[in-house]
């Protein structure tokens, strides 16, 4: 994006016209960092509660604060005392993106959590399954693509995520411009579904039913053909017999989709010159979570869609992520369950357990009981299941210290605030979503400000927390702490084998990134031994974070390019077809076949002016109609007596509340729809403007105790839900701005 700064002031922000990626597009939620950085609720200082009252507090007072009350916790009951959790902008920020690492090691507890398992945590089983890492996913090529079928994903609203391509709207009509064809299978008919060729209503929960009936359909009309994929691919026999049951007619009652349609799409998708399957959060947070992400890989891969151009291509990211580290062609795979969780014992994935088990954690006695949390930069009693549950489990813990922007419903509960700074005073260099990017590409961001005089950077206010964690004690010396870090990370690089600077002395590499320190050091280091790196050889031309630095608008580094075999990094060095942790959970998906359907269930959307829940303290994203509603179709509302803006009660096992209803025949019967997020009681929080446009909660309602089995993942879209007229409750006047 482009700034127009004076002194310390934003005058405008808007979109970089110049950028390698961006093609200027900007989404409103960019030009809001203005008003996020003058936020004057923003926190600038950390934040000590004591007796149930908030002091703003020195750091020094801060740190002593943490050291003497989480340190006896640890020395007393162990290091699987302490809980913690990471929200979801620990990955759009840098700092917290690579420091995170050194706080979780410093705590050393097994009770990791984070909004992973709210969101993605399915699709990087999967994939860690099939391919054998985590972040090896494929990401539809839609520059190329020629046919494309979403599920469960409103891109148009929510541009991406597993798949970056900003001005996704302007690249799917170009898709449709050049002949190609676009379906939505999707509960709701939404911007995305209005803007394609085709939309079809799903049931919530059915994606599993539908995906196998299209590959039933590929197999019985001999419609598969892998290509070159075949001679890399184990388990295609084993696909094709769990597929046999399947039949597009068996499924269709299930799904709500004619068993037609559901074979026109096989023939489509297997005659199309690319064609890619897109799923998301409808896709993942629902009970077959793990089936309906691993099912579009094995589409991909019969119809040799799989790495092919305009189909399902692996980016390859500048910074070296573990995809391109090691030898070529095979790896280690996924180990999972090397702990599990005490009292639902859930076995381990990825080093994290699921978010829907933290509440029972805290709140169960016994060896390894969570009684002190750490949060940084995560909102969880808005954003995960049984909220209310959750918040009391908060308020029971001994100790809590949340790194935060604000002062929310979640770090109400802490004992200690650690602020962030404002994005503005940070460098921005993007790890996650440039490995997910439809292009290869690059960029860096300086910072634009200092941050405050006094005030700790990110990064500088993690090591501190790791040195009084490591019994460093108070007074560190955060600079060397950080070059401790980083020679670590340069030892293991010149001890493996296939990396650029093999053999080489760790000190001269850290010398040749001089005076850089913090994270653009890292930046710098993870750049120059990257793929497009140029080793530490001394060639100028090739990436590092000086030529990021002399192209401000980011670097193209083209379009993705084919990475079978040498991106795979299963102990096999083939595709997994049929990876057995997956396989397993077709029982359960068969069982369900012959299930009585719920009479009503409930969804969320997203909002173009809304990001998870914690914008909403900025003007411009909240002014405007309503939109924390209670959705449901006509036919609903009228058997449930429902009146448009009239109140609802919905319930669930494990909630109520109370919502506006927006009659729309967008939505399936059946189903019904708010937005998470919301719910800004304003109770002991300080978020003037959130409080004014409060909303309600709607993770109240969502149960902890159904989860997507393989993968822990907590099932947000499809909880079961009662509606009825509300006891004659009006809106608020607030509520209606
Ligand atoms: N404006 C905006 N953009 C965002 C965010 C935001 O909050 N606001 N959040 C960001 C984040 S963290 C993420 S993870 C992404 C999410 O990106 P998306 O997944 O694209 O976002 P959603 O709008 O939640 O879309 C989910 C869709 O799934 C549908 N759905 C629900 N249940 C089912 C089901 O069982 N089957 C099928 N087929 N569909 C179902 C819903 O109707 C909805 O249209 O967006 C990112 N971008
Ligand atoms: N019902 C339902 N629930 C959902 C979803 C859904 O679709 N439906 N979506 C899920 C998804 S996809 C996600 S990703 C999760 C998100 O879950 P969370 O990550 O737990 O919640 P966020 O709302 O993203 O809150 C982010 C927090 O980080 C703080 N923050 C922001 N930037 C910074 C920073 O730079 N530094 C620091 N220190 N703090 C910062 C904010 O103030 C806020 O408190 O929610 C999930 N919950
Ligand atoms: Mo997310």
Known sequence: MELDISGREVLSIQGDEADAFSEGYLCPKGVALKELDSDPDRLREPMIRRDGVWHSASWEEAFAEIDRRLNPIITQHGRDAVGLYFGNPVVHNTALTLYAPALRSALGTHNVFTASSVDQAPKQLAVALMFGNGLSMPIPDIDRCQYLLILGANPLVSNGSLLTAPNIGERLKRLRQRGGKMVVIDPCRTKTATAADEHFFIRPGTDAFFLFAIIHTLFAENLTSLGKLDQHTDGIEKVKSLAESFSPETVAAQCGIDADAIRTIARDIASAESAAVYGRIGTCTQRFGTLASWLPEVIHVLTGNLDREG???????????????????????????????????????????????????????????????????????????????????????????????????????????????????????????????????ARFSPKLFEPPRGQLTDWETILRLVALLTGKGLQVDTASLDREILL??????????????????????????????????????????????????????????????????????????????????????????????????????????????????????????????????????????????????????????????????????????????????????????????????????????????????????????????????????????????????????SEKI
């Not at 269930?601 to 924390?628: A, F, P, Q, Y």
């Not at 909660?697 to 822990?712: F, R, T």
């Open 311 to 441: 189909g399902a291509m692996f980016t390859k990211a500048a910074h070296g992520p573990p995809n391109t580290k090691g030898a070529a062609g095979a790896g280690r795979g996924l180990r999972t369950g090397r702990w599990k969780s005490r009292v639902r014992e859930f076995p381990e994935i990825f080093g994290e357990l699921p978010v829907a088990c933290l509440a029972e954690e805290i709140e169960t006695p016994g060896e390894g009981q969570i009684r002190a949390l750490v949060t940084v930069a995560g909102n969880p009693v808005l954003s995960t299941p049984n909220s209310e549950r959750l918040s009391r489990a908060f308020e029971s813990l001994d100790f809590m210290v949340s790194l935060d922007l604000f002062l929310n419903e979640t770090t109400r509960h802490a004992d200690v605030i650690l602020p962030g700074i404002s994005p503005l005073e940070n460098s921005h260099y993007d790890f996650v979503f440039s490995q997910l990017a439809v292009r290869n590409n």
């Open 488 to 733: 670590q990370l340069i030892h293991r690089e010149t001890k493996t084998k296939t990396s650029t600077i093999h053999g080489r002395d760790p000190q001269e590499i850290l010398k040749a990134l001089e005076p850089r320190v913090g994270p653009e050091r890292m930046i710098d280091f993870m750049l120059r031994t990257g793929p497009y790196g140029e080793g530490f050889g001394g060639n100028s031309e090739v990436l590092s974070l000086a030529v990021l630095e002399a192209n401000p608008h980011g670097v193209d580094l083209g379009a993705l390019q084919q990475r079978i075999p040498e991106v795979l990094r299963t102990r096999s060095g083939k595709i997994e077809l049929a990876p057995e942790m997956v396989i397993e959970d077709v029982v359960r998906l068969q069982q369900s076949l012959s299930e009585e359907n719920e009479e009503m269930v409930l969804i969320g959307r997203r909002h173009l002016r809304s990001n998870n829940s914690w914008m909403h303290n900025i003007e411009r994203l909240v002014v405007g109609k309503r939109r924390c509603t209670l959705q449901l179709n006509p036919t609903d509302a009228e058997r449930l007596g429902l009146q448009d803006a009239e109140m609802a009660a919905v319930s669930s096992r494990v909630g109520a509340i109370e919502i506006p209803v927006e009659i729309t025949d967008a939505i399936l019967p059946g189903v019904a729809s708010i937005p998470h997020g919301w719910g800004h009681d304003g109770l002991h929080t300080k978020l003037q403007l959130a409080s004014a446009h409060a909303g309600v909660n709607s993770n109240v309602l969502a149960d902890e105790e159904i989860i997507d089995i393989p993968s822990g993942n907590a099932v947000l879209c499809g909880i079961p839900i009662q509606v009825k007229q509300a006891n004659g409750t009006i809106p608020s006047s």
